[in-house]
């Protein structure tokens, strides 16, 4: 305020400063009229032009004495409404800066506001959560209180992301963060941190019964079911819990633990958790994963494993797709399903998907060198190909190692797909434009069309391996397999059937005109540095010839 008063002033002294000039010059101005008109009566009166005429044509005429008024006149007035007008412009500035300052203050509050809360449910996000949970736990400690932390996560969320849609999913999201506001009352937070998880901060507990009851209201109040349209849904959700101090003294080891808690309810269906160190057994990988999955990134301890893709006619691999493993020091090789869930849930989704492209091109390179003619085949997650960057990122990758687009087949999820249609086309265009091929894995699992799938640019899919592995048994499989082939060749797609174990159900698919096919009854994922030695042991025994560069099965194999 005494700023405001103080710029006030100094820009009314600068614009009173600038109109008095002017008002001096309406002064001289006004002397020199005075004194013209003066010399001018003294002329009209016939005496000669001296002092004296001077003095008595001032003496004598009235409108002189008016006139001599005149600059005094001026300049008071001159003064009053420089004075004035200063004051109205300085003012008129003020209150536009400060209107400005109101703009820019409102604008860096959205900002924040949008850094810190979730766009979709607009309940506080990841990291307000945290900066709220670490603030609550410093003041617990200061006063010795307890707080609860819970994760909770929605039962059987994907199945009805992937069968209503992306936009039915996002208002059952919202319909749920509603519910749950309602139960948490202040200080309590709410705040959602991806996906179909939500978290929930109580900051201060007594005894551990609090958090239960909270629970049970919680439980309560998703019971009723809810409706999107004129569908009705029922939804359950399983919380976990942390306590401090008892399971952490920092929010992330809360966090962690609360997850860990609600991995174990989701499990025993029990729908409430509390943690305890005995859970960490049930989930150990879990727990300390997150921390480790981007040193293992970094360091190269993933390691990628090869399946070949043979074409059911001429026998010949078509090329091999790149699966990825983890090689834990403690848990062993890990399988993808353990830790891709939770890359695309940690954003480490996008180096994981950097590095197994990165690898791929290399061996496929390395292959090239070697004379073979090998596609390599790389999955994408859903956060994988969201990627804007991601179509660059391949063609760079493609001139770093000198492998032309065509080897390079990139495998989508029709959710995936479904997930964004725009951005996915976009980018899929983006990719087919390089020469890059697309194919749609795990088919059928979706809910999508397949004529719909084929305005995509793709060039195949790969019927999924739930509907193979039995299909000599399974009469409704089949069918469903026989009838996706002839699509699939009605739209002018290539079809892999993935998932063959045995040589009955490689003998109906090739009946079937299926193109190509996977599975461990043709050849289980081979570790890069053992594929070479595969190929020379099984060229040995007479498995493979290699012609023209083509690794070629024999019948037998
Ligand atoms: P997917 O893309 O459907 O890969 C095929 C999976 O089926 C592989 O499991 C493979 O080992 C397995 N498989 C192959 N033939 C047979 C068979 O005859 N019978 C049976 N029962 N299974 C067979 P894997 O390697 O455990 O991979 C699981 C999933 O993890 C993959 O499913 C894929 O969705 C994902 N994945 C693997 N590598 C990557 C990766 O680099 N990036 C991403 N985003 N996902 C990956
Ligand atoms: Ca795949
Ligand atoms: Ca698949």
Redesign the pocket.
């Known amino acids: 305020m005494a700023r405001t008063s103080q710029t006030l002033s100094s820009n009314v002294s600068l614009l009173k400063s600038k109109a008095s000039k002017h008002a001096i010059f309406g002064v001289i101005i006004a002397f020199a009229a005075i004194g013209l008109a003066t010399l001018g009566v003294a002329f009209m009166n016939g005496s000669e032009i001296g002092f004296e005429a001077v003095i008595r044509a001032q003496k004598e005429n009235p409108a002189l004495w008016l006139l001599d008024a005149m600059p005094f006149i001026f300049a008071l007035w001159g003064q009053y409404v420089s004075s004035l007008m200063a004051y109205e412009a300085s003012a008129m500035v003020i209150d536009q800066t400060s209107e400005l300052r109101t703009q820019t203050t409102i604008l860096e509050q959205q900002a924040m506001r949008s850094a810190t809360y979730d766009a979709l449910t607009e309940l506080p996000n990841r990291i307000l959560l945290r900066d709220r949970l670490e603030q609550a736990i410093l003041s617990a400690s200061k006063k010795k209180r307890r707080l609860a932390v819970m994760i909770m996560d929605l039962d059987r969320f994907k199945e009805i992301n992937d069968t209503l849609g992306h936009y039915n999913g996002d208002r059952l999201l919202k319909q749920v963060a509603t519910r749950l506001q309602g139960v948490i009352q202040e200080p309590g937070t709410v705040a959602r941190l991806g996906g179909d998880e939500f978290a929930i901060l109580l900051p201060r507990i007594s005894e551990v019964k609090e958090v239960g009851s909270i629970v049970g209201k919680i439980h309560k109040a998703l019971q009723a079911p809810f409706m999107l349209d004129t569908l009705k849904l029922d939804i359950q959700a399983s919380v976990g819990a942390a306590l401090f101090p008892e399971h952490g003294a920092d929010a992330d080891t809360l966090l962690q633990r609360a997850d860990v808690a609600m991995y174990v309810a989701k499990k025993d269906h029990s729908g409430f958790v509390v943690y305890a160190s005995k859970h960490d057994e049930h989930s150990p990988h879990r727990l300390t994963l997150m921390g480790e999955l981007r040193h293992a990134i970094e360091n190269n301890h993933l390691v990628?494993?090869f399946?070949p893709k043979v074409n059911v006619k001429s026998n010949v691999v078509e090329g091999v797709?790149?699966?990825?493993?983890w090689q834990h020091e403690r848990h062993g090789l890990m399988?993808?399903?353990e830790f891709?869930p939770l890359?695309?849930r940690t954003g480490l989704?996008k180096p994981?998907?950097h590095w197994?492209l990165r690898q791929?091109l290399k061996q496929c390179a390395a292959w090239r060198l070697a004379g073979l003619n090998l596609c390599v085949a790389?999955?994408?997650?859903a956060q994988?190909l969201m990627d804007m960057e991601l179509p660059d990122t391949v063609a760079g990758l493609l001139a770093a190692n000198d492998v032309p687009a065509d080897r390079l087949i990139l495998?989508i999820?029709e959710s995936t797909i479904m997930m964004d249609k725009d951005r996915a086309l976009q980018i899929l265009t983006r990719l087919a434009d390089m020469g890059v091929r697309l194919s749609i894995?795990?088919f059928g699992t979706g809910y999508s069309s397949l004529a719909y799938l084929s305005k995509m640019p793709v060039k195949e899919i790969?019927i999924?391996?739930s509907f193979?592995?039995d299909m000599e048994n399974n009469k409704s499989n089949s069918v469903i397999v026989r009838a996706t082939i002839e699509l699939g060749h009605n739209l002018g797609l290539s079809v892999v059937g993935?998932?063959?174990?045995n040589a009955e159900v490689l003998g109906i698919l090739d009946r079937l005109n299926c193109d190509s096919v996977?599975?461990?009854?043709?050849l289980?994922?081979i570790a890069g540095p053992a594929f070479d030695d595969w190929m020379r042991k099984a060229k040995e025994k007479g498995e493979i010839r290699v012609e023209a560069g083509n690794i070629c099965l024999t019948p037998s194999a």
Do not use: C, W, Y
Request: no cysteine; charged share 30%; aromatic share 2%.
């Open positions: 990628l494993h399946q797709e790149a699966l990825v493993r399988p993808p399903d891709i890359a695309e989704i994981l998907t197994v791929s790389v999955n994408l997650s994988g495998e999820t894995d795990d790969k999924d391996k193979v592995m993935e998932g063959v174990e996977q599975g461990f009854h043709l289980r994922p």
